[in-house]
């Protein structure tokens, strides 16, 4: 929480006094975020870019979504009305991640078992303090954005505390943080931390109408998207995956009304079971999302009637549940998802949730 104070008590001394909005005009076409975008928007505008930011936030909210016009504002030639303009060398190089002064630094793939390596660690920070030293190729600015960098091991952390503490004329480093208790403290009082909250339904569903999606989708989309945009903008791309959504919340939808011994015959129906317990967590992992989305909609429906009969439709039968049963069994999908981080057989963590709920 300090973190957020922190970050907005930043944003409203940056952004006074300051008209810069006459002069500039920015097009980022970002879902929700707004005193964020504003604020990073008048940084450029009044040349007063910091030299490090922790953008910080659960996954799906628009983190990169942000980072990407940031960087792309500062790059963009074109000479159209708006930047940044999608359409210049440097926004198209941006985009492809091909810019030869943006470096980008993750966790890396272990070739061996095909999964992520579980740290970030210190010959990534000494490469990219290297990268940050030399000279640019176009003589303009260097950007460093290290993603999941609640990943960063100790020794990792400490080598890029180095780069921060000696900061370079027109660099930035941006850290995409999933988490900022993992943070080293040295660390996030030497930047610029930006708090990304969870984007208003109303934020989204109008987002979404300006992408030309039908109200009825609009209106289902955003109630299902748990305030991640990068969810809202998957499910109006990726039918796919709106559809395998919206079949898992119907199944559920389905086991939450049977007493518990059907529930347990339907228990091997509900997912697709792998001889690899890996693939079988991450399945898991990915029903109880859909779940959990499905049930927050029900949550957040049976406090507002009015609404319930228009948007359930599909799930019309689960509008029988209690909100209290619907809360329980939240905290029961949630706390099952901590048993698999936890390397508890999925058989049973399911079977578990199934006899629960
Ligand atoms: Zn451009």
Same mark, same amino acid.
Not at 59 to 76: E, H, M, N, P, W
Not at 83 to 91: L, R, V
């Given at each position: 929480m300090v973190a957020k104070e922190v970050g907005f008590v930043l944003i409203f001394t940056h952004m006074t006094g300051e008209n810069w909005e006459e002069k500039h005009k920015f097009l980022w076409e970002v879902c929700g975020h707004e005193k964020i975008v504003s604020y990073l928007k008048s940084a450029i505008a009044t040349d007063r870019v910091n030299h490090a930011y922790i953008f910080a936030g659960p996954?799906?909210?628009?983190?990169?979504?942000?980072?990407?016009?940031?960087?792309?504002?500062?790059?963009?030639q074109g000479q159209g009305e708006?930047?940044?303009?999608?359409?210049?060398?440097?926004?198209?190089?941006?985009?492809?991640?091909?810019?030869?002064?943006?470096?980008?630094?993750?966790?890396?793939?272990?070739?061996?078992?095909?999964?992520?390596?579980?740290?970030?660690?210190? #010959?990534?920070?000494? !490469?990219?303090?290297?990268?940050? *030293?030399?000279?640019? +190729? $176009?003589s303009s600015w260097k950007i460093a954005i290290i993603e999941d960098a609640d990943y960063l091991n100790v020794n990792a952390a400490n080598s890029l505390l180095k780069v921060l503490e000696e900061p370079t004329r027109k660099t930035v480093i941006i850290l995409l943080v999933s988490d900022l208790s993992q943070m080293l403290k040295t660390i996030t009082s030497r930047v610029q931390v930006l708090n990304f909250l969870p984007v208003?339904?109303?934020?989204?569903?109008?987002?979404?109408?300006?992408?030309?999606?039908?109200?009825?989708?609009?209106?289902r989309i955003a109630n299902l998207s748990l305030g991640k945009p990068r969810l809202a903008i998957k499910m109006i791309e990726d039918n796919d995956y709106y559809n395998t959504v919206t079949?898992?919340?119907?199944?559920?939808?389905?086991?939450?009304?049977?007493?518990?011994?059907?529930?347990?015959?339907?228990?091997?129906?509900?997912? #697709?079971?792998?001889? !690899?317990?890996?693939?079988?967590? *991450?399945?898991?992992? +990915? $029903?109880?999302?859909?779940?959990?989305?499905?049930l927050r909609d029900l949550i957040m429906l049976s406090t507002?009637?009015?609404?319930?009969?228009?948007?359930?439709?599909?799930?019309?039968?689960?509008?029988?549940?209690?909100?209290?049963?619907?809360?329980?069994?939240?905290?029961l999908i949630s706390t099952a998802r901590g048993l698999l981080d936890r390397n508890i057989s999925s058989k049973n963590v399911l079977e578990n949730l199934i006899i629960n709920i």
């Open positions: 996954s799906g909210l628009g983190k990169a979504t942000v980072a990407d016009r940031f960087i792309k504002t500062l790059y963009c708006y930047k940044p303009c999608g359409q210049c060398p440097a926004c198209r190089q941006v985009e492809a991640h091909t810019h030869p002064d943006v470096y980008r630094v993750g966790r890396v793939i272990n070739e061996k078992t095909g999964k992520f390596y579980r740290e970030i660690v210190i #010959d990534q920070m000494r !490469d990219l303090k290297m990268k940050l *030293s030399q000279g640019t +190729l $176009l208003s339904h109303d934020e989204i569903k109008d987002y979404l109408l300006s992408q030309e999606i039908s109200n009825d989708k609009a209106q079949t898992d919340i119907k199944s559920f939808g389905e086991i939450f009304e049977l007493d518990m011994f059907s529930r347990l015959k339907k228990m091997d129906s509900l997912l #697709d079971w792998d001889k !690899d317990e890996s693939i079988n967590i *991450s399945r898991l992992n +990915l $029903l109880f999302d859909h779940w959990l989305m499905g507002n009637n009015s609404r319930l009969m228009a948007i359930v439709a599909g799930e019309r039968s689960l509008a029988a549940g209690t909100a209290n049963r619907l809360l329980r069994v939240y905290d």
